[in-house]
T-cell receptor, first 117, second 114 residues
Framework: GAVVSQHPSWVICKSGTSVKIECRSL??????MFWYRQFPKQSLMLMAT?????????EQGVEKDKFLINHASLTLSTLTVTSAHPEDSSFYIC?????????????FGQGTRLTVV | AQSVTQLDSQVPVFEEAPVELRCNYS??????LFWYVQYPNQGLQLLLK??????LVKGINGFEAEFNKSQTSFHLRKPSVHISDTAEYFC????????????FGSGTRLSIRP
């Protein structure tokens, strides 16, 4: 089946630094990818829709200047958490639809656990 | 807008007992329905999905779910659970026009007791 790879799987960073998370579709092209955030013992909340070649669409309440999304190619979207603070510590997951192969489904990366100290 | 309600945040069950995890959704348009499972510190795995056709959907690991349009429900069931089924389960929906943009419920933690 379609594979979505996320890197890194976990990261610890100091408060005030920036962290980049990568989401790759390994065997299909994805013009759209989605970024979710999951706080401990909570559900996944959609943060933004990443669009190849254009600006990302952010959900209400998500700071676009803090969570920078770049979808530079058909197989790669990146999420950069800028000036990270402890409250940004969370589990971040991306997903991508495999397009024509299965238009009704999205495949998820394995997630990135971010800890800001 | 769409929303998903999972009525139980936690469900404790004895091993080999049956289980039902409840899910109700709200939408003014037709939707696709999903159940995902998340094991600790891992990503999501699709258990099953309802797109159209038969309202009883069978998934992996012996799980099944039934779509009930009149009650706007999509409850997940398994006749006999195993310790390895201990995980977080998420009900989710997406709309036809943007099928890969998935909205999740709050999740139900299934804990299996020996």
């Amino acid at each position: 089946g379609a594979v979505v790879s996320q890197h890194p799987s976990w990261v610890i960073c100091k408060s005030g630094t920036s962290v980049k998370i990568e989401c790759r579709s390994l065997d299909f092209q994805a013009t759209t990818m989605f970024w979710y955030r999951q706080f401990p013992k909570q559900s996944l909340m959609l943060m933004a829709t990443s669009n190849e070649g254009s600006k990302a669409t952010y959900e209400q309440g998500v700071e676009k200047d803090k969570f920078l999304i770049n979808h530079a190619s058909l197989t790669l979207s990146t999420l950069t958490v800028t000036s990270a603070h402890p409250e940004d510590s969370s589990f971040y997951i991306c997903s991508a639809p495999p397009g024509d192969r299965s238009p009704t489904e999205a495949f998820f990366g394995q997630g990135t656990r971010l800890t800001v100290v | 807008a769409q929303s998903v309600t999972q009525l139980d945040s936690q469900v404790p069950v004895f091993e080999e007992a049956p289980v039902e995890l409840r899910c109700n959704y709200s939408s003014s348009v037709s939707v696709y329905l999903f159940w995902y499972v998340q094991y600790p510190n891992q990503g999501l795995q699709l258990l099953l999905k309802y797109l159209s056709g038969s309202t009883l959907v069978k998934g992996i690991n012996g799980f099944e779910a039934e779509f009930n349009k009149s009650q706007t429900s999509f409850h997940l069931r398994k006749p006999s659970v195993h310790i390895s089924d201990t995980a977080e389960y998420f009900c989710a929906v997406s709309v036809y026009s943007s099928a890969s943009k998935i909205i999740f419920g709050s999740g139900t933690r299934l804990s299996i007791r020996p």
